[in-house]
């Protein structure tokens, strides 16, 4: 089955710790994105990456880094200058031929 | 400034009856517009599109409609069902921009049995 997937669903983390989330996907798209959600808010985008190799800053990332070293994988780090972590991390890819995104499941970061 | 905007938080309707999901956007570069649509904890799904080139497209019990002068587009669900009820959210692209989306902040649509 194709697809992405994330891991984990939920993540706990003490203030001051790095930590990151996985984002696989199996569909051949060269595109893929990072965003994050908070309740009651839209998605924001904190990074794309639309080659190997390559990634772009979105429009909130300040405090989070990612690496593009496959295809299939794109990892965000959060880290601790992030300010306020605690969100919804979601990820998405996307073929060349179309807008549409695919998306994670997510995961629900938690930072105490 | 936010350049994509759904003003209504939430709607509710009768299963059976229309909802209307509006959109509104600043941007005129924008020529491509998506709505997605999600349950709690799980990742958006894509539901429909239209190109800017275009003023309707449908597909099934949805539509989405679009006036490019106003700035404006609509999702109809007809007829409206309890499945339905999520998050929805509208989203537009442009081509100059590497495929970016600029998302709105949804609306949640409740349909009642």
């Known amino acids: 089955d194709g697809g992405i997937t994330q891991s984990p669903k939920y993540l706990f983390r003490k203030e001051g710790q790095n930590v990151t989330l996985s984002c696989e996907q199996n569909?051949?798209?060269?595109?893929m994105y990072w965003y994050r959600q908070d309740p009651g808010q839209g998605l924001r985008l904190i990074y794309y990456?639309?080659?190997?190799?390559?990634?772009q800053k979105g429009d909130i990332a300040e405090g989070y880094s990612v690496s593009r070293e496959k295809k299939e994988s794109f990892p965000l780090t959060v880290t601790s200058a992030q300010k306020n972590p605690t969100a919804f991390y979601l990820c998405?890819?996307?073929?060349?031929?179309?807008?549409?995104?695919?998306f994670g499941p997510g995961t629900r970061l938690t930072v105490t | 400034d936010q350049q994509v905007k759904q003003n209504s938080p939430s709607l509710s309707v009768q299963e059976g009856r229309i909802s209307i999901l509006n959109c509104d956007y600043t941007?005129?570069?924008?020529?491509?517009f998506l709505w997605y649509k999600k349950y709690p904890a799980e990742g958006p799904t894509f539901l429909i599109s239209?190109?800017?080139?275009?003023d309707k497209n449908e597909d099934g019990r949805f539509t989405v409609f679009l006036n490019k002068s106003a700035k404006h587009l609509s999702l109809h669900i007809v007829p409206s069902q309890p499945g339905d009820s999520a998050v929805y959210f509208c989203?537009?692209?442009?081509?100059?921009?590497?495929?970016?989306?600029?998302f709105g902040d949804g609306t949640t649509l409740t349909v009642k049995p």
């Open positions: 998405a890819s996307r073929s060349g031929q179309s807008y549409e995104q695919y």
């Open positions: 569909l051949n798209h060269d595109a």
């Open positions: 990456s639309q080659i190997v190799n390559d990634f």
């Open positions: 941007n005129s570069m924008f020529d491509y």
């Open positions: 239209i190109s800017s080139i275009k």
């Open positions: 989203a537009a692209s442009d081509n100059t921009n590497a495929g970016k989306s600029t």
